[in-house]
């Protein structure tokens, strides 16, 4: 247990995570179930997604601008009262269509601290416990959404919203008050959205890419959840599934770990396929109790492929010429925009072909996995 551990900053890393992971399971978990239970179709959820991560990739060059004057901390800060708004909005379901432009707005700013992760872990960790690091980063958020969603549950179904608000409220600021104690300033003497839009135009780096594919694997973690909702047509039923498949992670999640800092370049092969074969069981499952076995399996390797790919990523950074802080933003950049174009592709098919619209949410995943494993290992022997 030792590596997990090396240095005090992981310590304050994985507090943090299991604070913010604790009060986002409202919007990152239930959050595309909660808009469809207060009427909005799915084309236009669809639609809300790609508007909110196309401000998010036009602010992300702020974190460099914020975190170079006043720390990371701010930026989690500032991000996480965006969050808290958000989450009120969302709890308070009857002002999300009146104020539909402010609740995009909302969302999008929640965006600014994205590169935070990839920023400190890369400043932070050491290489060599890296995938272990990752590993254990991934369990604290397993056990914070875990805990959290049995709190959402009951909190919906009761409607005890205004307890859950403060709960959220609460965890949102203690993230900030972790990352404070290791914070730092950014190094940056240019203008970071021009640099970052030349990287993005000019820069022929695989990096970019990596992260502009990763964009079919966000659409289906936030949507996966709503697709299970409307199978089960049972929010207390859907719940249950989701906390008994989050608590099921942390054993996988902790075994690839420690492959990952033996063999980085099996271990994505490896966890590539399984999430291939799983994504690809949505394609064809009719039952509902398939559905939610596959739901629980798919839970369990989309946090073991991300503990791979995130390793992968940070590596690869690691390599670069330029700073962690302005590649981290490029990252997040490359798939907030991407977002924009295939979330709109996607609510304009929604609008013809309805709930069908999951299949090619499916299907996308399914391609984007194997091209992230293929660019991933050239760029690992190109270096």
């Known amino acids: 247990m030792k590596q997990y551990f090396e240095k005090t900053e992981y310590k304050y890393m994985y507090l943090g995570n299991i604070s913010y992971s604790f009060a986002n399971a409202l919007i990152g978990t239930f959050g595309t179930v909660m ?4 009427g909005i179709p799915i084309w236009l959820i669809l639609l809300i997604y790609g508007l909110r991560f196309g401000i998010t990739g036009l602010c992300t060059p702020l974190f460099v601008k ?38 995009i707005l909302v969302m999008g700013f929640m965006g600014i601290s994205n590169p935070s992760t990839d920023a400190l872990s890369s400043k932070y960790v050491n290489t060599v416990h890296r995938g272990k690091f990752n590993s254990f980063l991934s369990v604290t958020k397993i056990l914070g959404v875990a805990i959290a969603s049995g709190l ?13 608000f403060m709960i959220i409220a609460i965890f949102f600021l203690l993230q900030y008050v972790f990352i404070k104690k290791i914070d730092y300033k ?41 697709y299970l909702y409307i199978v089960l047509k049972d929010f207390s039923l859907f719940s249950s599934v989701i906390v008994v498949s989050l608590i099921l992670q942390a054993v996988t999640v902790i075994l690839i ?22 994504t690809g069981i949505f394609l ?17 390797f989309e946090k073991v492929y991300d503990t791979s790919i995130q390793t992968s990523i940070q590596n690869i950074i690691k390599e ?10 490029v990252g997040q950049m490359s798939l907030c925009f991407t977002e924009v174009i295939v979330f709109s ?26 091209c992230i494993n293929r660019n991933i290992k050239r760029e690992s022997n190109r270096n």
């Open 35 to 38: 808009l469809y239970k207060n």
């Open 66 to 103: 914020i975190s170079s004057k006043f720390g990371i901390a701010k930026c989690i800060l500032i991000s996480n009262i965006f969050s808290m708004i958000s989450a009120y909005m969302m709890l308070d379901g009857s002002s999300i269509y009146k104020n539909i432009v402010i609740f």
């Open 152 to 164: 959402v549950a009951w909190g919906v179904i009761s409607n005890n919203t205004v307890i859950l």
């Open 186 to 226: 950014v190094e940056s003497n240019k203008s970071a959205f021009k640099a970052s839009m030349s990287y993005i135009w000019k820069s022929k780096s695989r990096y970019k890419l990596i992260y502009a594919l990763r964009t079919s694997h966000i659409i289906e973690r936030q949507f996966l959840p709503l």
């Open 257 to 278: 770990g420690k492959y990952l800092d033996k063999n980085i370049l099996k271990a994505n092969n490896f966890v590539a396929i399984l999430k291939g074969v799983i």
């Open 284 to 300: 064809f499952a009719k039952s509902k109790v398939i559905i939610s076995l596959n739901q629980t399996l798919s839970d369990n």
């Open 320 to 329: 670069q010429k330029e700073n962690s802080e302005f590649l981290s933003a």
């Open 345 to 370: 592709i996607l609510a304009l098919l929604s609008n013809f072909i309805g709930e069908k619209v999951f299949i090619v949410i499916f299907g996308l995943s399914i391609i984007s996995t194997f």
